[in-house]
Nanobody, 120 residues
Framework: QVQLVESGGGLVQPGGSLRLSCAAS????????MGWYRQAPGKQRELVAT???????NYADSVKGRFTISRDNAKNTVYLQMNSLKPEDTAVYYC??????????????WGQGTQVTVSS
């Protein structure tokens, strides 16, 4: 069984910073793409950033230049450094990963979400 556990969310003032972490655990053989998505109240879940196993990154236009995604393959962990936060960044942030297990092959897994609130 695989679990993704996010941490690092919270309340921050506009212009502030937060760092999210997402650690994968369980019977993992390999992890391919990892990413962060977010869902604001009344809106659909949207892509924030993704990163390949080799480190290639992709960002939503709305976060380019402010957010940085990175990963530590040895720790099965992906990070999202969020700087210059805006009220419109307020959402529940979800971690996603394409994980290969010996029993089930490759599947996409989601974390439980962590709340980020940007407000003065």
């Amino acid at each position: 069984q695989v679990q993704l556990v996010e941490s690092g969310g919270g309340l921050v003032q506009p212009g502030g910073s937060l760092r999210l972490s997402c650690a994968a655990s369980g019977s993992i053989f390999s992890i391919y793409g990892m990413g962060w998505y977010r869902q604001a109240p009344g809106k659909q879940r949207e892509l924030v950033a993704t990163i390949t196993r080799g480190g290639r990154t992709n960002y939503a236009d709305s976060v380019k230049g402010r957010f940085t995604i990175s990963r530590d393959n040895a720790k099965n962990t992906v990070y999202l450094q969020m700087n210059s936060l805006k009220p419109e960044d307020t959402a529940v942030y979800y971690c996603n990963a394409d994980i290969v297990t010996m029993s089930a092959g490759m599947h996409g897994y989601w974390g439980q979400g962590t709340q980020v609130t940007v407000s003065s």
